[in-house]
């Protein structure tokens, strides 16, 4: 099961803006927050996605890198977008974030752009995502919180150790205040003085040890190709229709490149 995504979408046009804020949100990930310039909002379906240009003062021909909105709809219509970049070894765009990116830079993208997001039934929804994979589920959690969607969701959220975790703290108290959402983290392989107290192995495998009979539920899916093909063959195995299946299918959208 694969969703196509467009490669030009509906509405899409360039935005400039400046860089407000940037946070690090764990060990390789930094969250930019963006005011926006020209023009001042945006309007997008959480789950959708930007194309990120790369400056041409540190890529000559030109490049950009595609990320998922990691904020409300309603953020970005106020003048503001959000995204969480994932730093790739020897890659061109995240190199450049997370060595030379400033508060206060220019920066530009083109969006919004894709067809993941979330659909009209109110069936139960499960999530899994892992790393910067979170960026359309925070998104989605913070659109649904805000207009009162209680519609049944867990979202499963795997990391290798405690140290590639994020936002653990927010996820836990929406947790408490949500009653509709749970949240289930899992590392594959905890470091020694993590002290994990959650579930341990692969998210697939968590996925699994949670759920018995997805014939009823909708699956939204984030993160490698290789940890959402895994999750696809886990999820038809536990009676999940395959066109209930969602996927985040942006990752595929760049042209090869050694190094991203």
Same mark, same amino acid.
């Given at each position: 099961?694969?969703?196509?995504?467009?490669?030009?979408?509906?509405?899409?046009?360039?935005?400039?803006?400046?860089?407000?804020?940037?946070?690090?949100?764990?060990?390789?990930?930094?969250?930019?927050?963006?005011?926006?310039?020209?023009?001042?909002?945006?309007e997008f379906r959480p789950g959708q996605y930007v194309k990120f240009d790369v400056p041409t003062s540190i890529e000559p021909g030109g490049i950009s890198r595609a990320y998922s909105f990691a904020a409300s709809p309603s953020q970005a219509k106020a003048g503001y977008? !959000?995204?969480?970049?994932?730093?790739?070894?020897? #890659?061109?765009? /995240?190199?450049? +974030?997370?060595? @030379?990116?400033?508060? %206060?830079?220019?920066?530009?993208?083109?969006?919004?752009?894709?067809?993941?997001?979330?659909?009209?039934?109110?069936?139960?929804?499960?999530?899994?995502?892992?790393?910067?994979?979170?960026?359309?589920?925070?998104?989605?959690?913070?659109?649904?919180?805000?207009?009162?969607?209680?519609?049944?969701?867990?979202?499963?959220?795997?990391?290798?150790?405690?140290?590639?975790?994020?936002?653990?703290?927010?996820?836990?108290?929406?947790?408490?205040?949500?009653?509709?959402?749970?949240?289930?983290?899992?590392?594959?392989?905890?470091? !020694?003085?993590?002290?994990?107290?959650?579930?341990? #192995?692969?998210? /697939?495998?968590? +996925?699994?040890? @949670?759920?018995?009979? %997805?014939?009823?539920?909708?699956?939204?899916?984030?993160?490698?190709?290789?940890?959402?093909?895994?999750?696809?063959?886990?999820?038809?195995?536990?009676?999940?229709?395959d066109s209930r299946i969602f996927r985040d299918d942006h990752t595929h959208t760049n042209p090869p490149r050694k190094n991203v």
């Amino acid at each position: 099961m694969k969703i196509i995504v467009p490669e030009e979408s509906l509405g899409a046009q360039q935005f400039r803006g400046e860089v407000e804020e940037i946070t690090e949100l764990n060990h390789d990930i930094k969250r930019l927050r963006i005011k926006l310039i020209e023009p001042g909002q945006v309007e997008f379906r959480p789950g959708q996605y930007v194309k990120f240009d790369v400056p041409t003062s540190i890529e000559p021909g030109g490049i950009s890198r595609a990320y998922s909105f990691a904020a409300s709809p309603s953020q970005a219509k106020a003048g503001y977008v !959000e995204l969480m970049i994932r730093r790739v070894p020897g #890659g061109v765009c /995240t190199g450049w +974030v997370f060595q @030379h990116l400033q508060a %206060g830079d220019a920066v530009s993208f083109a969006g919004p752009f894709g067809s993941f997001a979330l659909s009209d039934s109110d069936s139960e929804m499960i999530w899994i995502g892992g790393g910067s994979g979170l960026s359309p589920f925070w998104s989605m959690l913070q659109y649904m919180r805000e207009n009162n969607i209680a519609r049944k969701c867990t979202l499963f959220f795997g990391a290798v150790q405690k140290r590639d975790l994020l936002l653990m703290a927010e996820l836990q108290d929406l947790q408490t205040q949500l009653d509709w959402f749970t949240f289930v983290p899992a590392l594959s392989a905890p470091a !020694e003085g993590d002290n994990w107290p959650g579930e341990v #192995g692969l998210v /697939t495998d968590v +996925v699994a040890r @949670h759920i018995k009979d %997805g014939s009823k539920a909708e699956a939204y899916l984030c993160g490698s190709p290789g940890m959402i093909d895994a999750a696809i063959n886990t999820l038809l195995g536990l009676n999940f229709e395959d066109s209930r299946i969602f996927r985040d299918d942006h990752t595929h959208t760049n042209p090869p490149r050694k190094n991203v």
